[in-house]
C-alpha cells in the first residue's frame, strides 16, 4: 500500500460488543470483536457489567485491529465511532477512547450512527445494492423500514411503534423458558417444528409501522392456559411453539416490506441487523424475492451483528464528505437516524 492511503480506524461499543476495524480507502481490512459472556446468566445485558467490559476489551481490541492490518497509529487518518443508539454506559467507553486516541494523533473523529452502519454494512461485500433500496431493519433495539437513496441519505418510512422484532423473540424465548439470547435458540428449534400448528395473531398497524408487543401477551395467555391442562404442554410442543411464533413473527415484518415495495415502487430489498441472521427470515425473504422478482441483499453473518466493519464503511463515506466531529461530541442513547 503507498503512503497516501487513507486509513480509518473504527470503533463499536453501543451494547455488549467491544469492536475495532480498519478501514484502507474504503475497503474493510479487519473486523475484530470481543463479546461479552458475562450476561448470559443475567437473561440479558446488564448496562454496568457491559460498560466494565468495554474498558477491558477496547485497548486489546484496538490494537489488534491496528496490528493486524499492518500499520502503525500514525499512519492513521481519523478515528470513527459509535455515537448511537445503544446503552450509554457502552457507548461513553467507545466515545471517550476514540476523543482520546483522536486528539493525541491529531487527526479528525467521525461519528456514526449506529442504525445508518448497520444498513452501510452492504457496502463492505458485492454485490452492492443499487440507489434507491428498501432496507428491513431488524435487531434487539429497533425494527425499521428505510429507503435509502445514497450512502448517506436515508429515510424512515416505516418502525415499531413499541417492542423491536429482536425484543419479542427474545421475550417469547424467555416464555418457553429457553435461555438468552433466546432469538437465536427459537430460530434453531424452529427448524424442526410446523410454523402453522398454533395460530398467533398479526398485529395489524396504520402505514408501515409495526407494533411487537401483542404477540407476546398471546402466547404468555395461551402458554398459561396450556399448561394448566398439561404442565409438559411447552418441553412436547417446544419445536411447534419456537417455528409458529417464527412464523408469526417474520410474516408481520414481510407484509409490511410487501405494502413498501408496492407505495415505492423500489424492489432493490436488503436486510441488516442483528436479526438479519435469522435462517427463517432469510429462507421467507430469499423465496418471497424470488416470486415477486426483487433484487435481495443479505449481509454476511459476521456484518449482521453488532460489529465495527460497518461503523468502518459509514465513517469511509463521512470522511470523504468532510463530516467530522468536534471534540466536544456526547454519546447519545437515542439517536433517530
Known amino acids: ?8 480506524l473504527a470503533i463499536e461499543s453501543s451494547c455488549d ?5 480498519v ?4 475497503k474493510v481490512l479487519n473486523n475484530i470483536v470481543a463479546t461479552q459472556s458475562v450476561h448470559e446468566k443475567y437473561g440479558g445485558v446488564v448496562p454496568e457489567l457491559a460498560s466494565r467490559a468495554h474498558q477491558e476489551n477496547i485497548i486489546p481490541v484496538v490494537q489488534e485491529a491496528i496490528l493486524s492490518a499492518g500499520i502503525t497509529k500514525d499512519q492513521l487518518s481519523a478515528v470513527a465511532f459509535t455515537r448511537g443508539p445503544g446503552l450509554l454506559g457502552s457507548l461513553l467507553v467507545g466515545v471517550s477512547f476514540a476523543k482520546s486516541f483522536a486528539f493525541s494523533l491529531g487527526i479528525p473523529l467521525i461519528e456514526v450512527n449506529h442504525m445508518q452502519a448497520h444498513i452501510l454494512a452492504h457496502f463492505i461485500d458485492d454485490p452492492k445494492p443499487n440507489f434507491p433500496f428498501i432496507c428491513l431493519t431488524v435487531s434487539g433495539g429497533h425494527t425499521q423500514l428505510v429507503l435509502v437513496k445514497s450512502h448517506l441519505d436515508m429515510q424512515v418510512i416505516g418502525e415499531t411503534r413499541d417492542d423491536a422484532v429482536g425484543e419479542a423473540f427474545d421475550k417469547t424465548a424467555k416464555l418457553l423458558g429457553l435461555p438468552y439470547p433466546g432469538g437465536p435458540l427459537i430460530d434453531k428449534h424452529a427448524k424442526d417444528g410446523n410454523p402453522k400448528a398454533f395460530a398467533f395473531p398479526i398485529t395489524r398497524m396504520p402505514e408501515l409501522d409495526y407494533s411487537f408487543s401483542g404477540i407476546k401477551t398471546a402466547v404468555l395467555y395461551f402458554l398459561r392456559d396450556q399448561l394448566q391442562e ?3 404442554f411447552i418441553e412436547e410442543n417446544l419445536a411447534d411453539l419456537c417455528a409458529s411464533i417464527q412464523y408469526s413473527l417474520i410474516e408481520m415484518l414481510l407484509i409490511k416490506l410487501k ?15 442483528g436479526v438479519s441472521a435469522n435462517s427463517g427470515l432469510r429462507e421467507s425473504l430469499t423465496t418471497l424475492a424470488a416470486q415477486i422478482g426483487w433484487n435481495l441483499y443479505i449481509p454476511k453473518f459476521e456484518y449482521c451483528t453488532d460489529n465495527a466493519a460497518m461503523i468502518a464503511m459509514a465513517a469511509h463515506y463521512k470522511y470523504l464528505k468532510g463530516e467530522f466531529s468536534t471534540l466536544d461530541v456526547a454519546p447519545l442513547a437515542k439517536m433517530k437516524l
Open 1 to 8: 500500500m503507498g503512503t497516501n492511503n487513507i486509513f480509518i
Open 17 to 21: 460488543e467491544t469492536s475495532a476495524s
Open 23 to 26: 478501514i484502507a480507502d474504503g
Open 230 to 232: 398439561n404442565p409438559k
Open 259 to 273: 405494502k413498501a415495495v408496492k407505495e415505492t415502487r423500489v424492489s432493490e430489498i436488503a436486510i441488516a441487523g
